[in-house]
């Protein structure tokens, strides 16, 4: 480790511990119980430090890694009789001072990365919501927002409204724009993928052109969902996002098209539930692409309740990747991949509990498995299908300060093996100090890369102390070891901090 990361390090926990002891230090009193409940602030910091070295000792990346979150809630903020009315927010600091200038100098062609930068930071989301203001049926929803179901989890920034009354149905109304990368406070995990966009200010337009310049990404949607039904939980939602401004439809060159909006992503899911004490549960899913036409997910679980202790299960998913309407990867075929698995869980007493799965895997390809290798061509098959077998079994035990346990899994296919064990073990002491250690061992097999075959072993210990109920500071140290990375090693330091204002 180096000086500058060490002092980074030393600094840094001085400064944390310092903000624990002012938030542990704040006054309470019995008439601000109620106030307490809800409103309410919560810090969450770490930091890495670690450099990646090549085998031969040079440092190729030198990680001095702190993020930091800060979460405010505060509820009640009109009288309870005139309805329900709180504010809810999350703000991200994410910064690496072990960056190299070069990544962010667009004269460095050599080094340079599009979109990458030092320090940054997002606001994961800050909305206003409403309940019951007025009338008992409608709700909603104003600022950056998350949404969450059968099209997966997705953030706007928007309106959202739902209508809600005493019928068997609700219904949902949203639209905004989408969060994108290359915009302040903000982030690009939420795009469909397949497109490289970000802010391309300050460098060259014939430079890196298949970078696009991020333009705001209009978007509406809508859901409809039972109500008050009891036995079973349904929902279908539609969603609709639209490009905007110039793209280069030539990704290596600079020249550019705009044809004015047109679709990012158009795809509409489905989604049910339903359960049945002692008897077993039903859960479905299914998305649908209305820009490439065909079904791109599909999921479908079931559960047998065999005993009070014994759980059957079976699941089958298929999954097809999707992009953006802009994407280059449209041209090509996105094949899916089937999955079929079962399980059984038994809980032996109210401490040990045990489960075990397998199934298979199938990628499906219209056109026949093409071998980079003569010695291969025997190993692959010439029928569009590649096949892996998957399975696991864990076994655990739990009290209230204590939990270890052990688990196993495997990954065996046509082109490559992953097999593996797990151990961990934590344990509270005198209800402040917190200890865990978890160790692997897995083996890696790439039949295209026989050279690149390795056994990887790791180790976690982390030492925890509980400063208050609400505040928590960790220490914990990563190693990795194996023929082809040599020895790695990184220190992670936590901290979590609860303030009631």
């Not at 002092?7 to 009193?29: D, E, F, Q, Y």
């Not at 158009?266 to 539930?273: C, I, P, Q, W």
């Not at 094949?335 to 298979?360: M, Q």
């Not at 100090?433 to 072993?457: I, M, P, Y």
């Amino acid at each position: 480790m180096r000086a500058a990361g060490c002092r980074l390090a030393r600094v840094g926990v001085r400064a944390w511990v310092s903000v624990a002891a002012i938030a542990t230090a704040m006054p309470a009193h019995a008439d601000e119980r109620e106030d307490r409940s809800r409103n309410e602030v919560v810090f969450d910091t770490s930091a890495q430090f670690y450099d990646v070295r090549s085998p031969s000792g040079e440092t190729v990346l030198a990680r001095r890694r702190l993020t930091s979150t800060i979460a405010a809630r505060a509820t009640d903020l009109v009288d309870r009789r005139y309805g329900e009315l709180s504010f809810r927010a999350r703000a991200r600091f994410d910064a690496d001072f072990g960056r190299g200038g070069e990544e962010t100098n667009p004269n460095d062609t050599s080094s340079f990365v599009p979109g990458f930068a030092r320090t940054g930071g997002d606001l994961m989301y800050a909305y206003l919501e409403g309940r019951k203001l007025g009338v008992d049926w409608f709700a909603f929803r104003l600022g950056r927002q998350y949404v969450t179901d059968a099209l997966g989890f997705w953030s706007f920034d928007g309106g959202y409204v739902q209508l809600a009354s005493h019928l068997p149905v609700a219904l949902e109304l949203y639209g905004g724009l989408e969060q994108r990368g290359g915009f302040p406070f903000s982030t690009s995990r939420y795009e469909a993928q397949g497109a490289y966009r970000g802010s391309r200010r300050g460098f060259d337009d014939a430079l890196y052109p298949s970078f696009e310049d991020a333009h705001v990404a209009p978007a509406f949607g809508a859901g409809i969902e039972t109500n008050n039904i009891s036995f079973i939980h349904a929902r279908a939602t539609y969603r609709h996002v639209l490009n905007t401004g110039s793209f280069h439809p030539d990704p290596f060159s600079a020249t550019t098209m705009n044809i004015g909006s047109r679709t990012s992503s158009e795809r509409l899911g489905f989604s049910a539930d339903s359960s049945r004490e002692k008897v077993g549960a039903v859960h479905a899913l299914m998305t649908y692409d209305l820009f490439r036409s065909l079904i791109d997910s599909a999921r479908v679980s079931v559960d047998a309740f065999a005993t009070k202790k014994l759980i059957l299960g079976v699941d089958f998913e298929h999954l097809r990747p999707f992009y953006d309407g802009d994407s280059i990867w449209n041209f090509f075929a996105g094949e899916p991949t089937d999955t079929l698995s079962g399980r059984v869980s038994y809980t032996i007493n109210d401490a040990w509990s045990a489960s075990i799965g397998g199934g298979g895997r199938v990628f499906r390809s219209e056109e026949a498995t093409v071998a980079i290798d003569e010695r291969l061509a025997a190993q692959f098959p010439t029928t569009g299908h590649s096949f892996a077998a998957q399975g696991y079994a864990h076994l655990r035990h739990r009290t209230h300060t204590m939990a270890h346990g052990i688990s196993t899994r495997f990954n065996i296919g046509e082109q490559g093996d992953r097999t593996g064990l797990d151990l961990f073990a934590s344990r509270t002491i005198a209800s402040r100090w917190l200890l865990d250690a978890r160790g692997s061992a897995f083996h890696f097999r790439d039949r295209l890369r026989e050279d690149r075959d390795a056994t990887s072993l790791g180790l976690i210990a982390s030492v925890g102390y509980r400063i208050s109920e609400r505040t928590t500071t960790t220490l914990e140290d990563q190693l990795e070891t194996n023929r082809l990375i040599g020895v790695r090693n990184r220190f992670v330091v936590w901290l979590k901090v609860g303030v009631d204002p």
